[in-house]
């Protein structure tokens, strides 16, 4: 099996619960000066969740909430997205457990998927998410 169908069968054996809603009012109402557009796109699948624009730069964001363990639930069409786009694109991940925002490079999508939230983040703390997306040129 390829990495892709491994991928898929892990994704079919439980449904993504999507409870992202309300980290996305959080991170829209704690970003103000990022203007960012929602993207609920069922015809691209794997998107990404948000569409972030700020110093003249475009830059996309999935949207993740972890509430137990380590584990990182992703689309395979997720995957693939992030494989293809790997040049500003993020994941935003709420990790309920440990009380934290952890942002990740786009291009760490197969770490995240083997590691989860062993992974070292880019930044741990929605402030420190802040500066990071802040400094994008």
């Known amino acids: 099996l390829t990495h892709l169908d491994s ?4 994704y079919k054996q439980k ?3 999507k409870n992202e809603s309300k980290f996305w009012q959080y ?3 704690n970003t103000p000066n990022i203007k960012w557009t929602r993207i609920e796109n069922s015809a691209a699948l794997g998107t990404p969740d ?3 624009y700020l110093n003249n730069n475009f830059f996309t964001v999935e949207l993740k909430v972890v509430k137990s363990g380590n584990k990182i639930r992703f689309s ?3 995957i693939s997205f992030h494989i293809r786009h790997p040049v500003n ?6 990790d309920v457990v440990r009380g934290r925002v952890c942002l990740y490079f786009g291009s760490k999508i197969d770490n ?4 989860g939230l062993k992974t070292k983040p ?3 703390t929605l402030e420190d998410c802040k500066k990071f997306l802040n400094n994008l040129n």
């Open 7 to 10: 991928y898929i069968l892990i």
């Open 15 to 17: 449904p993504i619960v």
């Open 27 to 29: 991170v829209k109402k």
């Open 50 to 52: 948000l569409l972030g």
């Open 76 to 78: 395979p069409h997720q």
């Open 89 to 94: 694109t993020y994941i935003l991940i709420n």
């Open 112 to 115: 995240l998927v083997k590691n």
């Open 122 to 124: 880019e930044a741990e």
